[in-house]
Structures are given as structure tokens and as C-alpha cells.
């Protein structure tokens, strides 16, 4: 069987300082773990190449197929708020592009493929553990219509990789529209590179946002559609309780998808500053500040762009200020667009912000349960039992049962048949994410070489809104047993 990648590859095409070129390592032993078929015929990619012994070579990195040329990107970035002037792609390369049958650009990359130039001394592989959860997570989030980078297949490679012990090597292979980040903009900003800087502003525009590529100023266009994606993605986030956990400037995409699935979790019992990143000593990617380091960021990116607005640097530092400082009303907008469909408001009203807020302080005060919390509210007219449950999450039951009048005097006001905006509820509100403790389940069996738990889990996420009544306890939260507190990078 031959290849059925078709490469038309545009990154690798720009100037040499952009990557370092150089073939994946290779395994002793790759064996197929996961494929996403759906995805591959979606791109034009036959699912039983992937699935032979051709296409799982592919996958490990033993064979780089016709027309890919494999890259590992370079980019900086502040990391916690500190400034790192050289990282790049430690244990990643871009095989190449393929387009899709819609049309669309997609890089395909694998994910602890080997050590290169930007490995900083470190393996470049990656362990079974944060391969699983990046497969299981990226594909929930996409399931959930949430923008973020697609896992195209899995495998593990037959050799250990050294972390606390010794863990089964796996190689993840994902797909994005455009791995270009907010550092890949700071690394050539850093070296006062301006051709470089223009180059990679043009190539985004190109690619991701051409409609600025006819407004008056290009550049300041890009910043604005980049502003304007960021808010939605972030407001998204909160609205599923997601935490991403690492959000430094090298893991933020210009494409405003997910990226880089490191120590990122679901809440389950619900608190404004969660944090679970074993990293995150101060909190500094909690829940709630997800906004602000949203907007920290966007401020990074947007001083790279100011040498490319012209030579009047205080016009161009105020034209950029005013388009990051767009975002805070933007996101505003998109969080009340997100949380409104959750309690199944149609329209905007006065007093729908503090109903919002009021629901979630209480949710906070109980630690209860973020998702199983909505989903309830959603069912609450079709069952009493539901109701009741609901109720039974909360401390303060009176408190409660005010609010609860309040929004359904609230509902009465826009006099739209409780059938419709149970509908609409149902399908803003998931009844199951991937709780850190499944996740945690697949990722144990898997190290004994049981794949099903992880196979299940799949079958359950992709249809998150849906009741599935034979998964039911895939909804539930955790055992005081199984509560997951901590997680990792994985690197």
C-alpha cells in the first residue's frame, strides 16, 4: 500500500530561521494504539494506511513518507512570566500540510518523535500518560465545539521513557490549521529580526485570517481578529469549567485553537481559583485568571507587531494598546453569550449578569459539582427527580431556592416554550466531560498494554451531550477515592 498523505507543505517553504530540519528518531517496536478515522477521511487521509504496517512506521517516525518535510519550529516565549528567548519544538516535528476535503490547510505533526535542535538537553519523548490525555482531551473539547488541535492517531513505541520511572513510550500524531504561536512572533522580535517579522505576519494572514489582508491596516486587522478569537476561546474554557493549566505565551495559538495538553483538567467540584498543574505553585493559570493571562499575552503579541506598523512608534504602541484592550469587552460578551445559554436565556436582560454570578458563588460555596450542576438545571422541567438533586447540591438550600425563583421569573419573561429552551440547554451543558479520574483509569491500563478503558471513554466523549444511558457512570463525579488533585506535564 502506498502512502495516502498528499503534503503541500507551506511553512517548511519559508527562510531556514524558522525551523531546523531533521528526520524523527526512530523506534524499536511501534505498535498501533488509535486511530481517529472520522478525521483522517475528513482530510483526505485513508484510515487503513494509517492503520497498516506502512502507515504505523508513519506514525512512530521510523519512516518519513514522500513529500513531507519534517520541521521542528522555533519560538520563544514567557513561561510563568518569565522571559525564555530560545525554545521551539523539543520533541515535535511537522511532517508537513495536507488539505482537507473542505479545503482547508491542516499541519500534521508527531509529538515525542525524538530530541532536536530545541530539546534543551531533554529526551524529546514522550510517556503513554500525557499521549492519552491529550488525545482524549483534544477530541473532547472538539466534540464539545470547542476550537482546538485534533489527534489524528496514536502509538506506542516498544521502548521506556524516563520520568519518575520507567513509562511505555508513545508517539501522538495531531493536526492544527497552524502550529504558528504567540513566541514563534516573540522569538523574532526578540532578535530584532523585522524581515522575519513580516514574513510571519504576511503567512498568518494568508492563511488564517485573509480578510485582513484587504483592510487598511493588515496588521493591525490581524492583531484584532487574533484579540477577537482568544476572547471566544477563553470564555469557552470557563464555560465547560476547563482549565488549561500551562498558558505561556509559547502555548497560545495565533489560530485561537487549544494547544499543548499538559497539565490541563475539568473541574469537577467547582472554586473560581482551581488550579491543578503540579507547576502552578502560585496559581497563576487558576480557573478564574484565565482571562487576565489571556489578556497578559495578547499584550506580548502585540508589541511584536508594533515594528511592522510604521515608523511613528507612539501611533503604532496606541493603535496596538487600543486592540488588546478591545479583548476585556469581548470576552466580557462572549462569557454572558456562553453562561446565558447554560441557564437558557435567549436574550440579553439587566440583572442576567448577577443571576449568572449568583449561581456560580453558590456552586463555589458547596464545591459542587460544575457539570452535573448545569446539566440538572437543564432537566429540572422534564424531571422532578432532577430537581431534587440539584437542590441536594447546595449548602445554603434557602439561598438556593430564592435564586431558583428568580430564574424562573426570569424565564417566564421571555416566553419561549419550556420544550425549546430545555433543547437549547441540553445542548449547552454536557453530561459527560473527561473527568480527570477516567482519564487517570485509561491511562493505568494502558501502561499494563488494556486499551479499552481508554477505547470506552472515546465512545462516551464523542457524543458529550447526549444521554447515552448505557455510559450513565461515565457522568458521575468522583469518590472522594478517585479525586484527582495534582496533574502534570509530562515532559
Partial sequence: ?????????????????????????????????????????????????????????????????????????????????????????????????????????????????????????????????????????????????????????????????????????????????????????????????????????????????????????????????????????????????FIHGVMNTDNMSLAGETIDFGPCAFMDGFHPYKVFSSIDHGGRYAYSNQPAVGLWNLAQFATTLIPLLGEDQPKAIAAVTDSVNEFQDAYNRAWMQVFSRKLGLARSCDGDNQLINSFLEMLAAANGDFSIAFRLLSEMDACKMSALKLRGIFTDSVRFDNWLSQWKKRLEAERRPASARQKAMLSSNPMFIPRNHRIEQAISAAIQGNFQILEDLMAVLSQPYSEQPEYAEYALGPSPSEIVTRTFCGT
Fill in 1 to 241: 500500500m502506498t502512502p495516502s498523505i498528499l503534503f503541500d507543505n507551506s511553512y517548511s517553504r519559508l527562510p531556514d530561521r524558522f525551523f531546523a530540519r531533521l528526520p524523527p528518531t526512530q523506534v524499536s517496536c511501534p505498535r498501533l494504539v488509535l486511530v481517529n478515522r472520522d478525521l483522517a477521511t475528513d482530510l483526505g487521509i485513508d484510515p487503513s494506511y494509517l492503520e497498516s504496517e506502512a502507515g504505523v512506521q508513519m506514525l512512530a517516525g521510523n519512516t518519513v513518507p514522500e513529500g513531507a518535510e519534517p520541521i521542528a519550529m522555533a519560538y520563544a516565549g514567557h513561561q510563568f512570566g518569565g522571559w525564555v528567548p530560545s525554545l521551539g519544538d523539543g520533541r515535535a516535528l511537522l511532517l508537513g500540510e495536507t488539505v482537507g476535503l473542505d479545503g482547508a490547510r491542516w499541519g500534521v505533526q508527531l509529538k515525542g518523535s525524538g530530541p532536536t535542535p530545541f530539546s534543551r538537553n531533554a529526551d524529546g519523548r514522550a510517556w503513554i500518560g500525557p499521549v492519552i490525555r491529550e488525545y482524549v482531551v483534544s477530541e473532547a473539547l472538539q466534540a464539545l465545539g470547542i476550537a482546538a488541535t485534533r489527534a489524528l492517531a496514536m502509538v506506542t513505541t516498544g521502548e521506556p521513557v524516563y520520568r519518575e520511572a520507567a513509562f511505555p513510550g508513545a508517539v501522538l500524531t495531531r493536526v492544527s490549521s497552524c502550529y504558528v504561536r504567540f513566541g514563534t512572533f516573540q522569538y523574532f522580535y526578540a532578535r530584532n529580526d523585522i524581515p522575519a517579522l513580516k514574513i510571519l505576519a504576511e503567512y498568518v494572514i494568508a492563511h488564517l485570517y485573509p480578510e485582513a489582508k484587504s483592510a487598511k491596516q493588515p496588521i493591525l486587522s490581524l492583531l484584532n481578529c487574533v484579540v477577537a478569537r482568544q476572547a471566544q476561546l477563553i470564555a469557552d474554557w470557563m464555560g465547560i469549567g
